[in-house]
């Protein structure tokens, strides 16, 4: 049975590191008929497994660029048109990021189900380097740990799996800042894009732990009966 009154279908908009993926497996813990889908999370296993478009996408990534809209927006419309249902809660990260991004989506549910929500987690951009150098990830999953806020049971290794974690070749000072620069100059048409639709929420906080009883919130009183 549905947790929702009426189907959530969240975009959650935020720099890298901003905890995108840390509200993602929160939200999950506690609504587990919504489906999470993580734009960066699918590239990366597209790398791993050495497709091409993973060929095509780790130069890119590692170089802290936006892969070409054309490409990522083929890969997200193809999973997106295999798993939805016409009443499918969802829960985007990472895509749409551009405003071309953000208006493809939008026409190709336009009868379907489209976003009913953005949410951009608005973090001071001074604390998330910091994160970002503390992260390892297990690929496969897409969990993220970090060495202070969510270390792993057992040091450098995955909580559920047993297997060894690893760093994101992206994670560094230099590329970070890079993707920073990328984030701040999308965000302004994307975030004008999705508030003329009425759908724009902000939420700020300096701690994942601030941000997310806010967005639970949120959530409960206008998604939940
Ligand atoms: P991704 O994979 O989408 P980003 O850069 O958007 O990557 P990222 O880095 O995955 O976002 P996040 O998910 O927002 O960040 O953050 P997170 O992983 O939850 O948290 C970061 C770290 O901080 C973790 O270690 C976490 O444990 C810790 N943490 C969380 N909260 C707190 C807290 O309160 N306190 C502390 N101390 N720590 C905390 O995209 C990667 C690349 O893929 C391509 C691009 O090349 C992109 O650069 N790509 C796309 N290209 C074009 N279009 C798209 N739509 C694309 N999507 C991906
Ligand atoms: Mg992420």
């Known amino acids: 049975m549905s947790s929702f009154a009426r189907p959530l279908r969240l975009l959650l908009l935020g720099a890298p590191g901003s905890g995108k993926g840390t509200q993602t497996s929160k939200l999950l813990k506690k609504y587990s008929d919504v489906l999470a889908i993580s734009s960066g999370d699918l590239l990366r296993q597209e790398i791993a497994r050495k497709s091409t478009l993973g060929q095509l996408s780790s130069k890119y990534i590692a170089e802290g660029k936006l892969i070409p809209d054309e490409h990522i927006t083929k890969l997200i419309s193809n999973y997106l048109a295999a798993e939805l249902t016409p009443t499918s809660s969802y829960l985007l990260d990472g895509f749409p990021r551009t405003i071309n991004q953000g208006r493809t ?14 949410v951009e987690l608005d973090v001071d951009q001074n604390v998330i380097l910091d994160r970002i150098e503390k992260r390892w990830v297990h690929t496969g999953s897409g969990r993220v740990y970090n060495l202070d806020y969510n270390p792993p049971k057992v040091p450098f290794t995955d909580d559920v799996t047993g297997e060894p974690l690893s760093k994101r070749v992206d994670d560094t000072r230099e590329v970070f800042s890079k993707r920073l620069e990328s984030y701040n100059a999308e965000l302004g048409p994307l975030k ?16 994942s732990d601030i941000i997310f009883p806010k967005l639970a919130k949120f959530i409960e009183d206008n998604y939940v009966s």
Not at 105 to 118: A, C, D, I, R, Y
Not at 195 to 202: A, H, K, R, Y
């Open 105 to 118: 989506l939008h026409e190709s549910l336009k009868q379907g189900p489209n976003l009913n929500l953005v």
């Open 192 to 207: 004008d894009f999705y508030n003329d639709l009425g759908i724009l929420e902000t939420i700020s906080g300096d701690s």
